[in-house]
């Protein structure tokens, strides 16, 4: 099946530091790539749709000049914690969109874990 | 009101139990149903897609009910390794440029020897 990455796994940063996930695909390419965030015991709560080659989508209430969205090829995407803070600690995680005939599926990353000092 | 409600349980039932997890969506335009597993601190992995005619995979039974806008899932002869939170996943922009994936909060169960 599609693998995708996410570097790093875990990251523990001060409060006011910047902090940059990258999401990969690492057999094929992604149009499209998802950016969820997940809060113990909660949902994974969409947060933006990262597009190759253009602006994200940002779904509402996510700011998007603290999480800095960037989808610079096919197999690439970030997302940048900007000034992170505590209640920024979150679990996230970044999936890959593979459409095809008939098949319209997501695969998604192992996740990174942030905790925000 | 959330796109998808799940009945957060937890379940716990003994190994070779049946038991049943129940969903619930608000947007009638969606347009494709999944359930999802995911285990303790670990990303969500595809378990089943959910037809409208339903569909079996194995031990595990997925039935939707669009006139309800209701998603269940069967699971047979529990094993101790279906332990896990099971997530109600329905995406409304299927086929577009959007594709979104909307979850529900999950279903916790667990299953004892």
């Known amino acids: 099946g599609a693998v995708v990455s996410q570097h790093p796994s875990r990251v523990i940063c001060k409060s006011g530091t910047s902090v940059k996930i990258e999401c990969r695909s690492l057999?094929?390419?992604?149009?499209?790539m998802f950016w969820y965030r997940q809060f113990p015991k909660q949902s994974l709560m969409l947060m933006a749709t990262s597009n190759e080659g253009s602006k994200a989508t940002y779904e509402q209430g996510v700011e998007k000049d603290k999480f800095l969205i960037n989808h610079a090829s096919l197999t690439l995407s970030t997302l940048t914690v900007t000034s992170a803070h505590p209640e920024d600690s979150s679990f996230y995680i970044c999936s890959a969109r593979i459409m095809g005939q008939g098949t319209d599926t997501q695969y998604f990353g192992p996740g990174t874990r942030l905790t925000v000092l | 009101r959330k796109e998808v409600e799940q009945d957060p349980g937890p379940f716990n039932v003994p190994e070779g139990a049946t038991v049943a997890f129940n969903c619930t969506y608000s947007?009638?335009?969606?347009?494709?149903f999944f359930w999802y597993r995911q285990d303790c601190r670990k990303e969500p992995k595809l378990l089943m897609s959910v037809y409208s005619s339903g569909n079996e995979d194995g031990r595990f039974t997925a039935q939707l009910n669009r006139a309800s806008q209701y998603i269940s899932l069967l699971i047979r002869d529990s094993k101790l390794s279906d332990s896990a939170t099971y997530l109600c996943v329905v995406n409304i922009d299927r086929g577009s440029t959007l594709g979104r994936l909307y979850f529900g909060r999950g279903t916790q169960l667990t299953v004892w020897p």
């Open positions: 057999d094929f390419q992604a149009t499209t």
């Open positions: 947007n009638s335009a969606s347009q494709s």
